[in-house]
Structures are given as C-alpha cells and as structure tokens.
C-alpha cells in the first residue's frame, strides 16, 4: 500500500480552558549578589560567536575568562568572571543578545515485561530493507547523562565512545566513589537503549555513545549539557537521549533551544518529561522542547501490593521504595506505629509491619532500624501532602514502602492493633502519578509528546550489576530505543517523521476507573514501536497546540480525500 504522508493537523489536541487566564510568570526576588562573586554565564550572541572578537573585548576584564564557544545548535559562549565585570561585557559587546545564569541539571533520584508490552520483541523479528533483523544495527545513539560503565558486560560490545565534560577527557565513565557521590544513572539509561548480553535492550545492536554531563551526585550545568549537545552534532549521531531536566517550565531556555536546532540538523532528540507530577504546569526544561521527543512515564504489567484491614475505607496501594526486596508479605501482620524510626523507638516490633513516619532521619537508616529489630516490613508515610518515592541503599533483606500522609495516618491505632494483609492487584498502562504533566508556561504546547514504561524498571548498573529504578529517565530510553529500531526500518525518515509515527499510532491510556488522561497528561499515549514500524500514514505535525482559548467554538468537519482513501478533520 502506498503510504501517505498527511501535512494536516488530522487530530487537533487543544487546549482549552474558559476559566482559567495566563498569568505572567514572575521570578521571586532575592537577595543581592556581591559583584565580586565569580559566576558562569552563558551569553547568546547575534549571528555564529567570533573567538578572536570575544577574546579582544574580554581582554578588558582581568577576571574574565573564557570556556566554551557554542555554534552547532547554539549562538553565543560561555565565560567565567566577576558579575560587576560580567555586567560590563554584556553593556560593551553589542554582539550579545541575551544572557542566562548556568542553570543547574540533575537526574532524578528516585522488566523485560515492558518490552512486550511496548511492541519492542515483536519488532525485533522485523528486518530492515537488506534483510538483516530491526536491532538498531548501525544506528549511533548518544546518552547525555552521568556517563557510563562501559565495561559492563552488557554494554561493551555497544560502546563506541564519547567524552567526559565534567573533567574534559575521553573517559566518560560514571562517578567513582574516590570523586564524591557515586552515580549509576547513565549506565541503567544507557541499558534501557541498548543493552546486549544478559539482559536485551530495545535496541540491542546500536552504537552507543556517552556524553558525561552530569557529576558527582547526578548533578551538572547549562554550560556541560550545551557542549555535549554540539559534540553529538559534530558527531553526526542520530539519535540522542537526555534523561534529565530541571524545575523550570520555560520554553525558550538555552538546552530546549539548542535540542530545537539539533533537531533541523536531523537527530532525533528524546528528552524525559520530569518526575514532578501530578499537578499541571510540572514539565521542566529540557522536556519543553518543542521539537524534541518529551516522554512522560507510564506502569508495565505489575504485581501491585495493597494493604488491606478491617479498619480501612478502601485497600491502600503500596509503592515500593527504590532498591527495596520486593513485598512479598503474604500472611496477617499487626501494624506497629514507631514514629520517625529512632533505634529507641522499635519496642515490640519484632514479626510486626513497622509504621514509621518521613523526616529527620534518612530512610535507609529508619528501615536498618526496623530490621534489626525484628520488624518484617517496613512502611514509610509522608510529612506532607501526597504519595512519594524514596530510595535505599545497603543490604537490607526487609521490604520498604511509602504511602501518603493521610493513609499513613489512618493506619496509627485508635484503641486495638490494627491487623494488616496484602493483596496483589495486577496493573499496566497506568500513569505514573509522579509524571510530570504540561502545558508548557508562555506558548501552551503540549507535553510530554508521548509516554513510555517508568515504573520498576530493571537494567544494568555499574560492577556488572542490575537494579530496578523508576522515574521518567527510565521511560526516554524506551523512546530513544525505539527511535533507533524505526530510524534501521526507514533510513530516510528524518527526525519529525519518526516523532510522528511515535505519536500517531500510540494507545491511549486511561485511569483505573477508565477515564482517559487528558492530553497535556499523556501526551498521544503509550508507544507501540511495531505500529510506528509499520505505519501506512504519517500526520504532521504530530500535534498541535493554539495556546489558551477563551471561547467556545462550533465544531466544523471537512472531507479530506487522498489516493488511499478519504479523513476527517
């Protein structure tokens, strides 16, 4: 069948709201910095930055100095210096037309199942036009993260290089533990994409390269990500991942317009959406691209834990915390309330559930403190409004969950013990409630464009080892796999065709009582990359978005005909 390639809107995501007025977004003031304090800043400049010009003016202000030039995807430089010399540049070099702090980035901290679910087995028994099977053989796929361990044996025969921007060498490993805060993020990433050994990623046969952006902690800058993103360029890579964001919901930040411009210069580029949800307006930069892929998180096919008892108005669910055992609690258990998880605390919890609440001390501490008295789980409830997901570390052989304030505090005994069984509900294609959504603040566009499985995800880690995680940095790689598999199948496709199969042939999610997320929650819906391999039309753009409408307005259908047969739009 011929295929189409439609260059209308068929299906229109508005949003829309009668009520609701924009508001303009005002940064709070804070105290004064001192003019001598020495910052990073990053200038724009009108037109490509000339090195020998800006070297000349900057000759002027002893304690400037400059760092990076940016041309690739990104007019303008970086520089070190005094902010009352800073100012002074900005006024005298008439060339320059914007100035950004160097913001700060972070990874969140936060199964073979989803494979199938997404359609990635599936379309690895596809083959490409000369016959060889879609593994993303050939495909150069880049990880902007916290590097990786590229020794792995998962990942070693994949790795095709790279650069590391936190110490600028050749050796973009993760953080060791002799450097500060060990990281592990881009090697579980990295897994997701490609990994070929003893655990398969969706793209087990793609080159993969590593960008090391962000250090010790997961934690790096505007200024790192900027000059990782003009490497994959230069590079000629075809598909890039950023499993990492920031707090800020802008659209015209330096990362999300250089993503916009990788993207003209045909890489695909997938970004996370952000882990900030529910609530709206959550998405942060870099997911506000517009042209790059957004990716917001979504639950594979789980066994679920909720606690249930006599005394409960409805089961509570049980969110495990990270790098927990399983709850595999399958008897009656008394319910023992601890408070914060003091080792004074822990009397009589011995063959009981430790209740204990969030704050002062450190999770894993507070469930060491329940194991070591006998406790046979340990369930960890808020301080504030809301669920949360917390993270472990150590060897613990006792289960730990979190739930919220209020199911916390439903569970402290009024008069009797309370006696608490699990059941296991089996789940899937669930939004994560801590997915960020959209729109995004200014223009309104919609993100994330798509989700992907973010929930109890496995891959490799560092010491040739595997750990499940969670978050929407999980969910990207998924997109960026996919990427790879679709970009063996149709080399010709550029960057918005791909992005449009992605989004046209999506399932829709909806809730547990069977709603259907809004758009600016789910995006076009959960990926099905055999469908998007084989889709007989494309739509673009893949959405659209007209800001915020204040009116209602009739709905009016016009008969669109192809060769291939008649629309509706």
């Known amino acids: 069948m011929k295929r189409q390639q439609l260059l209308i809107g068929l299906v229109l995501f508005l949003t829309f709201s009668p ?91 936060l199964n073979p199942s989803a494979l199938s679910l997404i359609g990635a087995e599936k379309a690895q028994n596809y083959y490409d036009s000369k016959g060889n099977r879609l593994t993303g053989k050939g495909i150069k796929v880049g990880v902007i993260d916290t590097g990786i361990d590229y020794t ?221 008295a006998g406790a046979v789980g340990v369930i960890i409830f808020n301080n504030t409004k809301g669920p949360f997901v917390g993270k472990i570390d150590g060897e613990i052989d006792i289960p730990a969950v979190s739930i919220s304030m209020v199911d916390g505090e439903s569970l402290i005994p009024k008069k009797s013990p309370i006696l608490a069984s699990t059941i296991y509900k089996v789940e899937k294609d669930l939004l994560a409630d801590f997915s960020s959504r959209g729109p995004v603040t200014v223009n309104w566009s919609i993100k994330p464009d798509i989700t992907a499985p973010g929930v109890a995800i496995k891959s490799t880690i560092p010491d040739k080892r595997y750990i499940e995680l969670q978050g929407t940095s999980m969910s990207a790689p998924y997109i960026a796999g996919a990427a790879a598999l679709i970009k063996q199948a149709h080399p010709e496709w550029g960057p918005a ?7 046209n042939t999506a399932t829709i999610l909806h809730d547990e009582k069977g709603n259907r997320y809004k758009v600016y929650e789910q995006g076009a819906g959960r990926i099905n990359i055999d469908q998007a391999i084989h889709t007989e039309t494309l739509v673009s753009p893949s959405s659209l978005s007209f800001g915020i409408l204040t009116k209602q307005f009739d709905e009016n259908k016009k008969q669109v005909t192809s060769s291939s047969g008649s629309f509706c739009a």
């Open 19 to 109: 009520s609701i007025s924009a508001k303009a977004w005002n940064i709070p003031s804070l105290p004064p910095p001192s003019p001598l304090e020495k910052v990073v800043m990053i200038f724009a400049t009108k037109g490509t930055p000339n090195k020998v010009e800006i070297e000349n003016y900057i000759k002027k202000y002893p304690s400037i100095k400059l760092r990076y030039l940016f041309s690739e995807t990104f007019n303008g430089f970086s520089v070190v210096g005094s902010r009352q010399d800073l100012l002074k540049l900005s006024q005298m070099y008439r060339k320059i037309s914007a100035a950004y702090d160097n913001q700060s980035y972070s990874v969140e901290k």
């Open 497 to 503: 065709e791909i992005k449009s199969s992605i989004m």
């Open 152 to 372: 792995h044996p998962d990942l070693r025969s994949n790795y095709s290089g790279g650069y590391d921007l936190v110490d600028k060498d050749n050796n973009p490993l993760e953080t060791q533990i002799h450097e500060g805060e060990p990281t592990i993020h881009g090697t579980h990433v990295a897994g997701i994409i490609g990994a070929n050994g003893r655990m398969k990623g969706v793209a087990p046969d793609v080159k993969i390269y590593a960008y090391r952006a962000l250090g010790a902690g997961g934690k790096g800058t505007t200024e790192q990500i900027l000059a990782a993103i003009e490497r994959t360029v230069k590079s000629k890579l075809d598909i890039i991942n950023l499993s990492l964001g920031s707090d800020v919901n802008g659209p015209d930040l330096p990362i999300s317009i250089a993503l916009n411009k990788a993207v003209e210069k045909g890489i695909v580029a997938v970004t996370s959406n952000g882990n900030s949800g529910p609530n709206l307006w959550t998405v942060g930069t870099p997911g506000t691209s517009s042209k790059a892929i957004s990716v917001g998180a979504s639950t594979p096919v789980l066994k679920v834990p909720y606690l249930s008892a006599v005394q409960l108005k409805s089961p509570i669910k049980l969110v495990p915390f990270v790098g927990s055992v399983k709850w595999n609690l399958n008897h009656t258990y008394p319910v023992q309330y601890v408070g914060i998880g003091k080792k004074k605390d822990m009397k009589n919890v011995a063959g009981k559930i430790a209740l204990i609440k969030r704050g002062e001390i450190e999770f894993s501490k507070k469930v060491k403190n329940a194991e070591a």
